[in-house]
């Protein structure tokens, strides 16, 4: 069974920069659908940032999409020889500050916007990790 764990959450000013990682074990990442989540105090867990294979065939290239919130700032990427996804997030505010959770799904009928939006729940889940953003 798929297992995936963050690190590299922590404390940041406003204007910078942290990069997550998610460490998978159990299976290859690179057969799965990558998102991450956010969810911050008192706030519904909100879909951030998704990796799709572009064709579930050929599984040459990923696609990746991003909710309009984080567009221009936040870069969901993944490493297969390191088994490992990321979300790089680039010019930080306080609104960003949340626990911040990858999860993974092998199902090839939906599309990132069904996991970002909640419609249809992956079916990995990491643990999380907190991110503050504050001066």
């Known amino acids: 069974q798929l297992q995936l764990e963050e690190s590299g959450g922590g404390l940041v000013h406003p204007g910078g920069s942290l990069r997550l990682s998610c460490a998978a074990s159990g299976g290859a990442l690179d057969r799965y659908t990558i998102a991450w989540f956010r969810q911050a105090p008192g706030k519904e867990r909100e879909g951030v940032s998704c990796?799709?294979?572009?064709?579930?065939?050929?599984?040459?290239?990923?696609?990746?999409y991003n909710v309009d919130s984080v567009k221009g700032r936040f870069t969901i990427a993944r490493d297969v020889e390191k088994n490992t996804a990321y979300l790089q997030m680039n010019s930080l505010t306080p609104e960003d500050a949340a626990v911040y959770t990858c999860?993974?799904?092998?199902?090839?009928?939906?599309?990132?916007?069904?996991?970002?939006?909640?419609?249809?729940?992956?079916?990995?889940w990491g643990t999380g990790t907190p991110v503050t953003v504050s001066s």
């Open positions: 990796l799709i294979k572009s064709d579930a065939v050929t599984r040459i290239d990923d696609n990746t």
């Open positions: 999860a993974a799904d092998r199902s090839p009928y939906y599309h990132c916007s069904d996991f970002l939006t909640g419609v249809v729940r992956m079916d990995y």
